[in-house]
């Protein structure tokens, strides 16, 4: 399925993003001024904090603006290593201002310690403080073992009370006085990470942040590009790919900045970018929608020792990484009120005819009111235009799944056999402060351009879109199957927001365990950690 995407002009679009700031009470760095009013405020939590390669590091994450949940319609995760630099990261949506979703691990992480945080496009630079949230968290890689350095002591985490297989242990009475839980849960404990749960202050983990200007999210992803061109007139076309496909124009501003709004789009693993006519782009980047920060020289990543002594409880724990959490993902169909496409004169199935090996003799053949002319020795097409019964002078606007053709030439030679549909458009048809003389677009089986070549000038690149929401049932972590041989190898008992945590089984695997709460005590947020073990 083909869309066309009416994005704002460049002119239009900081006046729409300056009214929606004023709307929101909030007034940023795009207007020269510092942040006032509602702040967002960014807090997640995660199941555990030890990990293997291969694993998911699930999170929950919720986003307010003051005492409402934030507008933002996009959330960001990612992983840093301890030289700052960005490992992996997703985008996930945000369904009133809430996210429940994961980052998995690629099996090419090193063991180490990394720095798990969330936040929005605009968050961080609101408030530095609340707008930024993250904890570190251990991941273990069996092919890849951590760098050679000096042996450390492991964490004594000093279970208070001991629990044999199979029993059920209670916890009802654990908490904090005068406090507000914000989410508690039960699992394996991390003994190489000191403080494992612990939200991490912004102030103690980073020396500063890249500036940049303000850009809710408040319809879906924005997808930023820079030239070196800072012609305005010049239109540049970007197409989205995946589920469906899309297409998106805009103009630079006068730092040569690009902004591509997709809306309700969410579900595609590739864009293209384009200069109209297939002109050259120079400078061409694209710009990442991830912080850019510097740690504090007073922060230290914990280093990750493991010892021959390690090898028997890894191994334990190994086995029990091959059980993954259940969940389902939602069937949310992408948004078609912030999309709009066309309406096409005439449509043909390409396999309801007789299958010529080039498109110029289908047009030809089957579609009347398209006529190939040969100008300059190169082919071109003109459309009817049925508004006056003229013919148009140009070539229409020509989209294979979305993307812009400028050579009509190579398009009329080429073999049409994975092309499943053509719609022709006969009218004037304007796409933001562009007209063009019709359309003509043609669709494939695969959503792959019917293999139709990339233009010398285009640029591709691999973007994924947003993650699907996910739905899970966390009753699984408290309830193994019932009567079942299988061994109960759960590495987290329970996992919640909010609420009393009464009793659980202890299961099978043997080792030390954390119940943890993430509680706010006078307006502070604090980490409660008792500690408990399982034996034979």
């Known amino acids: 399925m083909q869309m066309l995407k009416i994005s704002p002009t460049r002119s239009s679009w900081k006046f729409l993003i300056c009214g929606l700031l004023c709307l929101l009470g909030l007034v940023g760095p795009i207007l020269g001024q510092s942040a006032t009013g509602p702040k967002e405020q960014v807090f997640f939590h995660t199941p555990k904090t030890l990990y293997f390669s291969g694993e998911k590091i699930w999170f929950e994450a919720q986003v307010s603006l003051g005492t409402k949940a934030t507008s933002s319609q996009v959330l960001y995760a990612e992983l840093l290593d301890r030289n700052s630099n960005s490992i992996t990261h997703v985008k996930v949506p945000l369904q009133e201002g809430k996210a429940l979703n994961f980052i998995p ?17 605009i968050s961080p630079y609101l408030d530095w403080s609340q707008g930024v949230a993250q904890q570190l968290v251990t991941v273990i890689n069996p092919k890849i073992p951590p760098r050679q350095n000096s042996s450390s002591p492991k964490i004594d985490m000093a279970p208070s009370k001991s629990y044999t297989k199979g029993s059920m242990v209670d916890l009802s009475n654990s908490g904090v006085g005068n406090s507000i839980r914000l989410a508690s849960g039960i699992s394996i404990a991390n003994p190489f990470l000191e403080e494992e749960q612990q939200q991490l202050p912004v102030e103690e983990v980073y020396a500063g942040i890249e500036k940049r200007p303000l850009l809710p999210e408040l319809f879906g992803h924005l997808i930023q590009a820079k030239v070196a061109s800072r012609d305005s007139a010049s239109t540049y076309f970007l197409s989205l790919h995946g589920a469906k496909s899309a297409l998106f124009t805009d103009h630079v501003d006068g730092d040569g900045f690009l902004i591509f709004d997709a809306g309700g789009l969410r579900h595609w693993d590739r864009l293209i970018l384009q200069l109209e006519n297939g002109s050259e782009m120079a400078g061409l980047e694209l710009v990442s929608p991830l912080i850019k920060t510097t ?11 493991l010892t021959q002594e390690d090898l028997p409880y890894l191994q334990s724990l190994l086995k029990a990484a091959v059980v993954q959490q259940a969940y389902l993902e939602e069937v949310t169909q992408d948004s078609l009120e912030v999309v709009t496409g066309f309406v096409a004169d005439y449509s043909y199935g390409l396999d309801d005819y007789t299958r010529f090996e080039d498109v110029e003799t289908i047009l030809k053949e089957y579609v009347p009111s398209v006529a190939v002319r040969l100008k300059d020795k ?13 013919v148009f002078d140009a070539n229409p606007l020509i989209l294979v799944d979305a993307m812009p053709v400028f050579d009509s030439d190579l ?9 499943q549909r053509l719609e022709v458009l006969n009218r004037e048809f304007y796409l933001n402060d562009r007209t063009y003389p019709g359309v003509l677009s ?3 089986y695969a959503n792959n351009f019917g293999l139709f070549p990339l233009a010398p000038a285009a640029r591709f690149f691999d973007y994924p879109g947003l993650r699907p929401s996910l739905i899970m049932d966390k009753g699984q972590f408290q309830s193994p199957a019932s009567a079942s041989r299988i061994p109960d190898w759960r590495t987290v008992l329970f996992w919640g ?6 009793k659980t089984s202890v299961p099978d695997l043997v080792g030390t365990y954390v119940f943890w709460e993430k509680v706010r005590v006078d307006g502070q947020m604090q980490t409660v950690r008792t500690y408990f073990s399982v034996r034979d």
């Open 295 to 305: 740690f504090h020289p007073n922060f230290k990543f914990p280093e990750l020792t």
């Open 378 to 390: 190169k082919k071109s097409f003109r459309l009817l235009n049925e508004a006056d019964k003229s």
């Open 497 to 502: 927001s909010s609420g009393e945590l009464s």
């Open 442 to 444: 043609f669709s494939s």
């Open 105 to 121: 691990i690629s099996d090419q992480i090193p063991s180490d310690q990394y720095l798990l945080r969330v936040y929005t496009r």
């Open 411 to 419: 398009l009329a030679s080429f073999n049409p056999k994975f092309l």
